[in-house]
Protein backbone atom coordinates (compact mmCIF):
# COMPACT_ATOMS: atom_id res chain seq x y z
CA UNK A 1 0.00 0.00 0.00
CA UNK A 2 1.44 3.15 -1.14
CA UNK A 3 0.12 7.30 -0.47
CA UNK A 4 0.82 10.30 -1.73
CA UNK A 5 -0.21 12.93 -0.10
CA UNK A 6 0.08 16.86 -1.37
CA UNK A 7 -0.33 19.74 0.29
CA UNK A 8 0.54 23.61 0.05
CA UNK A 9 -2.54 24.63 -2.50
CA UNK A 10 -4.95 27.79 -1.49
CA UNK A 11 -6.12 30.42 -3.06
CA UNK A 12 -3.65 33.23 -4.13
CA UNK A 13 -3.88 36.49 -6.16
CA UNK A 14 -2.76 36.52 -10.03
CA UNK A 15 1.12 37.54 -9.72
CA UNK A 16 1.77 35.39 -6.89
CA UNK A 17 3.58 32.30 -5.24
CA UNK A 18 2.56 28.86 -4.18
CA UNK A 19 4.88 25.37 -3.44
CA UNK A 20 2.99 22.33 -3.50
CA UNK A 21 4.46 19.49 -1.81
CA UNK A 22 3.37 15.35 -2.07
CA UNK A 23 5.13 13.04 0.01
CA UNK A 24 4.93 8.85 -1.01
CA UNK A 25 4.55 6.63 2.42
CA UNK A 26 4.12 2.85 2.56
CA UNK A 27 5.70 -0.01 0.93
CA UNK A 28 7.73 1.36 -1.44
CA UNK A 29 11.03 0.07 -2.89
CA UNK A 30 12.37 2.48 -5.32
CA UNK A 31 10.62 5.70 -6.87
CA UNK A 32 11.01 6.23 -10.77
CA UNK A 33 9.50 9.20 -11.71
CA UNK A 34 7.32 11.64 -10.06
CA UNK A 35 5.31 14.17 -11.39
CA UNK A 36 2.45 17.13 -11.43
CA UNK A 37 -0.47 16.87 -13.33
CA UNK A 38 -3.68 19.54 -13.09
CA UNK A 39 -7.15 19.35 -14.14
CA UNK A 40 -9.10 22.41 -14.25
CA UNK A 41 -13.05 22.61 -14.24
CA UNK A 42 -14.51 21.45 -17.96
CA UNK A 43 -10.95 20.12 -19.19
CA UNK A 44 -8.67 17.28 -19.46
CA UNK A 45 -6.08 16.78 -16.81
CA UNK A 46 -2.63 17.69 -18.44
CA UNK A 47 0.89 17.06 -17.51
CA UNK A 48 2.62 19.94 -15.95
CA UNK A 49 5.97 18.69 -14.94
CA UNK A 50 8.00 15.63 -14.24
CA UNK A 51 11.40 14.45 -12.54
CA UNK A 52 13.52 11.61 -12.46
CA UNK A 53 14.72 10.05 -9.58
CA UNK A 54 18.19 11.44 -11.50
CA UNK A 55 16.85 14.77 -11.30
CA UNK A 56 15.98 15.11 -15.13
CA UNK A 57 13.16 17.33 -15.20
CA UNK A 58 10.21 18.12 -18.47
CA UNK A 59 7.53 20.91 -18.30
CA UNK A 60 5.22 21.68 -20.01
CA UNK A 61 5.91 24.40 -22.54
CA UNK A 62 3.40 26.51 -21.58
CA UNK A 63 4.69 26.53 -17.97
CA UNK A 64 8.62 27.16 -18.60
CA UNK A 65 10.23 29.33 -16.61
CA UNK A 66 7.16 30.50 -13.86
CA UNK A 67 7.09 26.29 -12.59
CA UNK A 68 10.27 24.56 -11.10
CA UNK A 69 9.98 21.14 -10.13
CA UNK A 70 12.00 19.38 -7.65
CA UNK A 71 12.51 16.41 -5.17
CA UNK A 72 14.10 15.05 -2.06
CA UNK A 73 14.96 11.21 -2.75
CA UNK A 74 15.55 10.89 0.87
CA UNK A 75 12.03 12.12 2.00
CA UNK A 76 10.31 10.14 -1.27
CA UNK A 77 8.82 13.73 -1.73
CA UNK A 78 8.00 16.29 -4.46
CA UNK A 79 7.89 19.66 -4.84
CA UNK A 80 6.15 22.27 -7.03
CA UNK A 81 7.34 25.64 -6.64
CA UNK A 82 4.94 27.93 -8.73
CA UNK A 83 5.88 31.79 -8.98
CA UNK A 84 3.69 34.50 -11.07
CA UNK A 85 0.36 32.86 -10.75
CA UNK A 86 -2.36 33.51 -13.63
CA UNK A 87 -6.02 32.69 -13.34
CA UNK A 88 -5.93 30.02 -15.95
CA UNK A 89 -3.36 28.51 -13.55
CA UNK A 90 -6.30 27.48 -11.20
CA UNK A 91 -7.06 24.04 -10.92
CA UNK A 92 -7.08 20.53 -8.87
CA UNK A 93 -3.08 19.44 -8.85
CA UNK A 94 -2.75 15.75 -9.13
CA UNK A 95 0.98 14.43 -7.78
CA UNK A 96 2.20 11.39 -9.50
CA UNK A 97 4.77 8.47 -8.72
CA UNK A 98 5.83 5.39 -10.88
CA UNK A 99 6.49 3.30 -8.12
CA UNK A 100 8.53 -0.02 -6.80
CA UNK A 101 6.63 -1.70 -4.18
CA UNK A 102 8.79 -4.82 -4.54
CA UNK A 103 11.89 -5.48 -6.78
CA UNK A 104 9.83 -6.78 -9.34
CA UNK A 105 6.36 -5.03 -8.89
CA UNK A 106 6.21 -1.27 -9.79
CA UNK A 107 2.69 0.96 -10.87
CA UNK A 108 1.62 4.41 -11.01
CA UNK A 109 0.13 6.07 -8.21
CA UNK A 110 -1.89 9.48 -7.79
CA UNK A 111 -2.83 11.71 -5.09
CA UNK A 112 -5.80 13.00 -4.18
CA UNK A 113 -5.58 16.15 -5.66
CA UNK A 114 -5.04 19.74 -4.07
CA UNK A 115 -6.68 22.56 -5.26
CA UNK A 116 -4.53 25.91 -6.41
CA UNK A 117 -7.48 28.64 -7.05
CA UNK A 118 -5.80 32.47 -8.83
CA UNK A 119 -7.73 35.08 -8.15
CA UNK A 120 -7.34 38.11 -10.82
Known amino acids: QVQLVESGGGLVQAGGSLRLSCAAS????????MGWYRQAPGKQRELVAT???????TYADSLKGRFTISRDNAKNTVYLQMNSLKPDDTAVYYC??????????????WGQGTQVTVSS
Open 26 to 33: GSIFRIDA
Open 96 to 109: NAGVWTTAWATRDY
Open 51 to 57: ITSGGTT
